[in-house]
């Protein structure tokens, strides 16, 4: 499964950016999509996922009632709709694959895109 990020930029605070990552390969063996995201000096931290069949969700805490994932299966295209964002939310986004789990953590994803910069100014 190959996976490509993209629609990262720089915005204010209180702005909107929509991530996608558009999924290629042998998309029928994935279960889980994921977005994380690292800051400078930080660990990979999750940001939210969505099951790829039955687009269940869950978000962090820290983006609840800001982002939203979605999907769109017949593009095999993972969205993040990014609203309100802070400069807290500054970090280069991934976004991940698994096979197998419904998880937050980033060391049980198989595959991951290259990451798009994302920059939010106070």
């Known amino acids: 499964v190959q996976l490509q990020a993209s629609g990262g930029g720089s915005v204010q605070a209180g702005g909107s950016l929509t991530l996608s990552c558009a999924a290629s390969?042998?998309?029928?063996?994935?279960?889980?999509m994921g977005w994380f995201r690292q800051a400078p000096g930080k660990e990979r931290e999750f940001v939210a996922l969505?099951?790829?069949?039955?687009?269940?969700?869950r978000h962090a805490d820290s983006v609840k009632g800001r982002f939203t994932i979605s999907r769109d299966n017949a593009k095999n295209t993972v969205y993040l709709q990014m609203n309100s964002l802070k400069p807290e939310d500054t970090a280069i986004y991934y976004c991940?694959?698994?096979?197998?789990?419904?998880?937050?953590?980033?060391?049980?994803?198989?595959?991951w895109g290259q990451g798009t910069q994302v920059t939010v100014s106070s």
């Open positions: 991940a694959a698994d096979r197998t789990f419904w998880t937050t953590n980033p060391r049980e994803y198989d595959y």
């Open positions: 390969g042998r998309t029928f063996s994935v279960y889980t």
């Open positions: 969505i099951t790829w069949s039955s687009g269940t969700t």
